[in-house]
């Protein structure tokens, strides 16, 4: 665990978490404990073809099933307009999902009518009773393919089935290439992976008809956007809606974006003017919530004889599914994946093009890391090449082409990087995982006829996601995140923010943030989020950015707080305001501390003055609140992550022995909460690399519906995760945090798939594409013999 | 009765002792075990993951073992003794492998920990001092999306320490 | 998902369990340990009609070794594995059983179950054909035995009539030249398998193999034996490398398996050689302890 030098109470400690105790005596509310009076259940009849035209659809039997409430199809909801999915650029062609379609299905999975029932057995009945006949079409399933020539359209009214065409470059790419020694190609198929909470979606939407108004409790990361986005859609304002995202059980990105079983619902209830609960199942989740990462990906790396990288150039092929996913769009992956694709090389000559194609899959957007992940597996794969091809280390190749610790740089995609610990987390890695002597290792055991690999990736973390970030990745938004902090008349600190944790432990750190800038103990802060009626709005929790825009947002409210409580104790000390300092839960006065006033004084003076004996200053509203926004300008977190694996070249199966991380993630707010972020993500990557994929055959029928099918990883498939630390804190972040959460999963699939072609390199085996499962690696071996 | 009598269709009574305490509700056959803990009984602790006994997250103790009341019927139940996670607790502290978890940073999400928590009482009631492999050996049936069960196993280790100090 | 409405109905004696099961024909299904067939049912890819629960038949548990390793239909894996009678008597199903899914599974898991679900890739169907097992079945008409040769017809199917309750499963005692091994690959470690290879064989003092049953997994409708293979072996030494290549060989040329999405057809047949050789290395070494 880190440690951080500080000689704050609270930020940088491994303070315990505030959340354990519910959670530990399974005390948490998630959306399905929640019981409501007169309670319903959803239940969607749901598409078994990946492409096909609805002939007919009855519902008559499903609705004469004995506590069936009520059966929508796409005749019933002609009020729900279809969901739009876009971006104010111009590349972009925005597009339209049907919450119900009323004539083509294209996905496995997706729904096609609405059950609601007493309960979700009775509904799961009735789904069976819907009689549906389809008329398969031929799928899609190869996002090139779907670009190409002469390809089926997959949807109406456009002019090919790419969401979006973009391309950059700086500087003179094509002269550069031509110029240069060496030129280096790569071809890789990212794999198609799923985000995967253990709780799936979840919402329970409550119509209540006297007061005109809805609440909708949801598994989410994004209340407030929940809030504002769906509105309008089922025929509120804004007002009229409040959205409560109470425990959530993980969400990785998935649950920042809203389906049409989200608007079903909610109109559901509206319509029969009762609660309904809908709790996504297992089978619901893998074929038809939300798929992630699957890019192909075309890299070049020209670089001089020396093995100096002089230019790069990458063409990303996003595999977005059948729809544009709502509201982050398939963009995520593919455009994410181009923005970093120099990573902490210094190439100043870039060139990107990018396209996100539609297929017969499900929707895919945002998971952890995104496409970052998909870009940064393609691009060090080609650096670990390009090194046994140039005969040189591949570590020396990039220490050589790193860019220098501590400064500032502009990268060839235009990113501005803070500073970091570019070079040095490499060079700790190889440390911790002992390069050195790894290598005599490695031949001893290929003695023995054993074949060890290590592979490396290092990485940069963009955090934050703030308005500067996200149109510097191609995303042109600004957010709005603010936090209110506010001190009770008994002096209790309460922060209500727009973050909202699903793991990450906000109502510690946040905690420990705004403890320490009131000097108050915890115990007497608390922590608010995921309810839209009593948080300042924000964007919510994703995209590492909880540590970065909490800390800022936090920070600037509680210092407004602050001068209020000087101002309010200056008077009653008789010093001046600027003398008074806020330690331990008391305002006293600088150099003589026993002239103290405890908050709760201050609380009771500012709320009631004369009442109890004090006085509020002239001229001050003494109000102790303040609502205060933050939106950080660009920051990077970097690190490296290492990986030794073990493969068994007779059964192809790989086994990971150890796995390094070392992040430099600036200001730490809790150590322990941040080595938890990094070995969690780490453990999605080896997840990712080894043994989860979401695949469909050549006619769309989908092949990972189950648990047996899509693997999760379990302590058997991950190994001991170690973490090192570096703290280079950024020169432009309140509080120079950078943000933390997704380094691990975009970098370990690299560092896995670099060992394991590091392991097979001997034989000639160069790997194009994850999962590396065993079947795939003893063909790839099989292959090179020949 | 004879077993053609005794064809239950619609709806009975269960009964059965849940944390040491006699309970009851309604279920018919196909009511799974642990929607009749969460939403007859009210024991909402227990959590659905999978419905196919892969994630673990359902995970409770029927009869002193370790069980996916997923793959159960509310029926089968009938006259068993069940432990789940909001019996762990003795009163306002929490049980040792509760503090373990909280101490090692055992949880993030907390929608997996229930299971965990039933599964590491089982483990540790078997075998006092398990070897690292061993625990996770036996906890490879509990998934954990948040952890990379590295603060797992430390909880565990740590649990086991606890109890070995403290005696159970 | 939630499995589809059924009747239930919990049986107190085989003889209940027999006339239950005759009464209600294809609509009825057993319900033992439930691991493989509840599953099922919450997916609805089975939907049967009437389950007939046999987990308070008294008789139908138990572990006896009494010569050979007598084991109940309904004794859970899990108090198998902590049988120091059964890991004495044959310690290859004590070690097969670990491989089988996770504790809590083998905890409600049955012995019975895992023979009569006949999952092609399972470990237990193949151990029992390896080691010449069989099983008892009781009908209607009364009881009769089914050697393991006889049991397993396809994929998910065996001899048994729908009306006929599995009662017991029956492993041959190990004799003491009796040296055995399981070798298998799975994506995780605890999933059904891709491929895997069970040996049985009888080993003389100086290494020779006598005589061997050699069972395929996961490769094909049912678990299989290598006649090839065994072949192979027979009257020869064990250290033999070339011995062992061989009857890897012969293993992999005598099957024709399919692929789907966890492996190739091509991966199942090379890695099914592999495993023969490395269970026979395993067999060269001492085998499986009790």
Redesign the interface.
């Given at each position: 665990m880190a440690t951080t030098e500080t000689n704050a109470p609270y930020v940088g400690r491994p303070i315990p978490r505030v959340e354990d105790a519910r959670l530990l005596r399974g005390l948490g509310t998630f959306v399905d404990d929640i019981q409501r009076p007169g309670l319903l259940h959803a239940a969607f009849v749901r598409s078994p073809f990946g492409h096909a035209r609805i002939t007919s659809i009855d519902a008559s039997r499903a609705r004469e099933l004995d506590g069936v409430a009520l059966v929508l199809t796409a005749e019933d909801i002609e009020d729900l307009a279809p969901i739009a999915t876009g971006l104010p650029r111009e590349e972009v062609v925005a597009n339209n999902r049907p919450v119900l379609p009323p004539e083509t299905v294209r996905f496995v999975g997706e729904a096609v009518a609405c059950v609601i029932a007493s309960s979700r057995y009775v509904a799961e009945d009735a789904a069976q009773l819907v009689d549906v006949e389809y008329e398969p079409l031929p799928a899609v399933i190869d996002a090139e393919r779907s670009l190409a020539e002469g390809a089926a359209l997959l949807h109406d009214g456009t002019e090919s089935n790419s969401f979006a065409h973009i391309e950059y470059e700086q500087g003179d790419v094509e002269a550069a290439f031509a110029a240069a020694d060496h030129v280096f190609r790569k071809r890789f198929h990212h794999g198609r992976f799923h985000a995967a909470p253990l709780e799936g979606r979840a919402l329970l939407a409550e119509w209540d008809p006297g007061a005109q108004e809805m609440t909708i409790w949801m598994s989410t990361q994004i209340p407030h956007l929940v809030r504002t986005l769906l509105c309008h859609a089922i025929g509120l304002s804004e007002k009229q809606l409040r959205v409560i995202a109470p425990d959530v059980g993980g969400g990785f990105g998935l649950k920042l974006h809203l389906w049409p079983e989200d608007y079903l619902v909610s109109a559901a209830s509206k319509r029969l003017n009762r609660p309904v609960k809908w709790v996504e199942d297992r089978s619901e989740a893998l074929a038809a919530s939300l798929h992630a990462k699957e890019i192909i990906c075309d890299l070049e790396l020209a670089t001089k004889a020396d093995g100096t990288f002089v230019a790069m150039r990458g063409r990303y092929v996003g595999d977005a599914g059948a729809y544009a996913a709502y509201p982050f769009t398939p963009l995520v992956d593919a455009l994410c994946a181009a923005v970093m694709l120099p990573n902490v090389y210094d190439v100043q000559a870039v060139r990107f093009e990018v396209d996100a194609a539609f297929t017969n899959k499900c929707p895919a957007g945002a998971y952890r890391g995104v496409g970052w992940t998909s870009g940064q597996t393609a691009r060090e794969l080609l650096v670990d090449e390009a090194a046994r091809e140039l005969g040189i280390d591949p570590m020396e190749l990039r220490l050589q082409n790193t860019i220098p610790d501590g400064e500032p740089y502009v990268s060839g995609t235009g990113c501005k990087y803070d500073g970091g610990s570019y070079g040095a987390a490499q060079r700790k890695a190889m440390e911790l995982i002992d390069y050195a002597a790894f290598r005599g290792r490695q031949e001893e055991a290929r003695a023995q006829g054993r074949h060890l690999g290590i592979g490396f990736s290092p990485f940069l973390e963009p955090g934050g996601w703030s308005g500067e970030l996200a149109k510097r990745m191609g995303f042109p938004f600004d957010y709005m995140d603010s936090a209110r902090v506010t001190i009770e008349p008994d002096g209790s600190v309460v922060v209500a923010m727009g973050l909202h944790s699903h793991g990450q432990a906000h109502q510690t750190t946040m905690a420990q943030v705004v403890a320490d800038k009131l000097s108050v103990p915890i115990e007497s802060v608390k922590i608010i989020q995921g309810d839209t009626a009593q948080t300042a709005y924000g964007a919510g929790t994703f995209g590492s950015r909880g540590a970065v825009i909490g800390y800022g947002s936090i920070s600037r409210a509680a210092e407004e707080v602050a001068e209020k409580v000087k101002q309010i104790a200056g008077l009653a000390l008789e010093a001046a305001p600027e003398d008074i300092e806020l330690k331990d839960g008391n305002a006293i006065v600088r150099g003589a501390p026993e002239k103290a006033m405890p908050m709760m004084m201050v609380g009771f003076t500012a709320y009631f003055g004369a009442f109890v004996g004090g006085k509020r200053p002239p001229g001050i509203d003494p109000v102790l609140t303040s609502t205060r926004s933050y939106d950080p300008p660009e920051t990077y977190a970097n690190g490296c992550v290492a990986a030794v694996v073990d493969v068994d070249v007779e059964t192809g199966a790989v086994i990971v022995e150890k796995v390094v991380i070392v992040d430099d993630c600036g200001t730490i707010l809790n150590p322990m909460v941040v080595d938890g972020q990094l070995v969690g993500a780490a453990a999605q990557g080896v997840g990712g690399a080894l043994y989860e994929e979401l695949r469909y055959d050549e006619d769309g029928n989908f092949l990972a519906g189950n648990l047996l099918d899509y693997l999760y990883p379990s302590t058997l498939e991950i190994p001991p995760i170690e973490v090192g630390h570096l703290q280079t804190p950024s020169p432009v972040t309140d509080g120079g945090v950078k943000g933390c959460g997704e380094g691990g999963t975009i970098a370990t699939p690299a560092a896995v798939v670099n060992a394991v072609a590091d392991a097979l390199s001997p034989l000639g085996v160069t790997i194009a594409r994850t999962p590396l499962d065993p079947s795939h690696v003893l063909s790839l071996i099989r292959e090179a013999r020949g | 009765m004879s077993v053609q009598d005794r064809l239950v269709e619609g709806e009975i009574v269960v009964r059965l002792t849940v944390n040491g305490e006699e309970r009851r509700g309604i279920a018919e056959p196909r009511l799974l075990l642990v929607d009749f803990l969460r939403h007859e009984l009210g024991l909402t602790g227990t959590h659905v993951g999978c419905e196919q006994g892969v994630c673990g997250a359902c995970s409770i103790r029927l009869d002193g073992e370790l069980v996916r009341s997923c793959l159960l019927f509310a029926v089968q139940a009938e006259g068993s003794s069940i432990e789940t996670v909001e019996g762990l607790a003795p009163g306002e502290d929490l049980h040792p492998i509760q503090q373990a978890y909280h101490e090692q940073h055992g949880l993030q999400c907390g929608f997996c920990t229930p299971g965990l928590l039933l599964a590491t009482v089982d483990l540790l009631e078997r075998n006092t001092s398990p070897s690292e492999q061993e625990i996770r050996d036996y906890l490879a049936g509990n998934i954990c999306r948040c952890t990379g069960y590295v603060g797992v196993v430390a909880a565990v280790q740590e649990a086991a320490r606890k109890l070995e100090a403290g005696g159970s | 998902?939630?499995?589809?409405?059924?009747?239930?109905?919990?049986?107190?004696t085989v003889e209940?369990?027999v006339?239950?099961l005759g009464?209600h024909g294809d609509e009825a299904k057993v319900?033992a340990g439930?691991?493989s067939l509840?599953?099922l049912m919450?997916?609805?890819l089975a939907t049967p009609g009437?389950?007939v629960?046999v987990?308070r038949i008294a008789e139908l548990s138990g572990v006896r070794a009494n010569g050979n390793l007598e084991i109940g239909a309904v004794t859970?894996q899990?108090a198998i594995e902590r049988s120091a009678e059964a890991r004495a008597a044959a310690p290859l199903v004590v070690e097969a059983l670990r491989h089988v899914?996770?504790?809590?599974?083998r905890?409600?898991g049955t012995i019975g179950g895992t023979v009569a679900h006949a999952d092609p890739a399972a470990e237990i169907p193949a151990v029992l054909l390896a080691l010449g097992g069989e099983v008892v079945a009781r009908g209607p008409g009364g009881e009769r035995t089914i050697p393991a040769d006889e049991l397993f017809q396809g994929y998910f199917t065996t001899a048994l009539q729908p009306d006929e309750l599995l009662t017991s499963v029956r492993f041959p005692a190990q004799g003491p030249g009796a040296r055995t091994a399981l070798q298998e690959?799975a994506?995780?470690?605890?999933?059904?398998a891709?491929a895997g290879a069970v040996v049985a064989a009888n080993v003389g003092d100086d290494g020779t193999c006598e005589s061997a049953r050699i069972v395929l997994f996961g490769v094909a409708d049912r678990p299989l034996r290598a006649p090839g293979a065994e072949e192979a072996v027979t009257s020869r030494s064990l250290a033999d490398v070339a011995v062992l290549a061989d009857a890897a060989q012969s293993a992999a040329a005598g099957i024709d398996p399919t692929g789907d999405?966890?492996?190739?057809a091509?991966?199942r047949k090379?890695?099914a050689g592999?495993?023969v050789r490395r269970a026979l290395t395993t067999v060269a070494e001492g085998g499986v302890q009790a």
């Open positions: - | - | 998902m939630k499995p589809a409405p059924f009747k239930y109905v919990a049986a107190e209940e369990a006339a239950a009464e319900l439930g691991q509840v599953p919450n997916l609805r009437v389950l629960d987990n859970r899990a899914a996770h504790p809590p599974i905890s409600r690959v994506r995780k470690q605890a999933d059904f891709l999405a966890h492996a190739s091509e991966y090379e890695v592999v495993l």
